[in-house]
């Protein structure tokens, strides 16, 4: 096996236990994607993926706050533009067709949009994932084997909280799941990105970094009505919290494992 074939395994290892939960999340009997419960449990992993795993690695990679709340407001902007402005995504409330009904009376923002956005914030992270692998294999097997499954056990929160909103931004349970099958490729696109031009991802994964970040926050906020919402002030105020705070505490977790192995 040469360099580049373990490098293409390991990101695609890296998906695979993630996209094993989202299947059995989707795919078990009487599943609700669209539950009030695992709604919170994604909103929370969305904004733990952004405060706790993009914006801390854009601090590391920039050093310098100016720079990372230019690139973040850049990116912020470019996220509105593309689900407020641009032509090339649907029609506002064109989308959905499943779960329309649901989530026309919480979501009053178009959802297809919305899920446009969050594949194209999911694939970069995962360009941005494959390139932390790709980076650390190059430096040995062990924390090469580390990034893998820290990436791993990180996916896993992270593929139940995507599908969990395509399946709301009104895509069918299967099509949502063949989109992160996706989004997941960007692993394999970073890892060869940084193992053949390690110079030229280190310039760009400001970048990449920043536009993750923006896109994912931009969702986020973009649901919080709805999460937060008067609808559910009164009833459900505990139901959504708690799996709000367990999403959180999970990308947080599986960041600590990456700092104690590595
Ligand atoms: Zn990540």
Redesign the pocket.
């Known amino acids: 096996m040469t360099g580049i074939d373990v490098v293409l395994t390991a990101c695609l290892l890296a998906n695979a236990a993630g996209l094993g939960a989202a299947a059995f999340v989707l795919l078990r009997p009487r599943a609700q994607p669209t539950g009030p419960r695992l709604l919170s449990f994604a909103m929370g992993v969305l904004v733990g993926?952004v405060l706790l795993?993009?914006l801390p690695h854009l601090w590391e990679a920039t050093g310098s706050f100016v720079t990372l709340t230019a690139l973040f407001a850049v990116a912020l902007l470019g996220s509105w533009w593309l689900d407020r402005v641009c032509p090339c995504v649907g029609h506002p409330h064109a989308g959905g067709s499943g779960s329309a009904g649901h989530a026309a009376q919480d979501a009053p923002v178009a959802p297809a949009r919305r899920g446009v956005l969050l594949w194209v914030g999911d694939f970069v992270?995962s360009v941005?994932?494959g390139a932390?692998i790709g980076g650390a294999l190059a430096l040995g097997v062990v924390p090469g084997s580390v990034a893998t499954m820290a990436?791993a056990i990180?996916e896993v929160p992270?593929r139940i909280a995507v599908v969990t909103l395509l399946v709301r931004a009104g895509h069918h349970p299967l099509r949502a799941l063949l989109i992160t099958l996706g989004t997941g490729t960007g692993t394999l696109v970073g890892g060869a990105l940084v193992w053949w031009w390690a110079p030229a991802v280190s310039l760009l994964m400001p970048v990449a970094l920043a536009v993750a970040a923006a896109a994912l926050f931009y969702v986020a906020l973009a649901h919080s009505p709805s999460l937060f919402g008067a609808a559910w002030r009164q009833r459900l105020a505990v139901e959504r919290a708690l799996p709000f705070s367990a999403g959180l505490l999970l990308i947080h977790l599986s960041h600590h494992v990456h700092e104690l192995l590595g």
């Open positions: 993926t795993d993009l992270h941005v994932d932390v990436v990180h992270r």
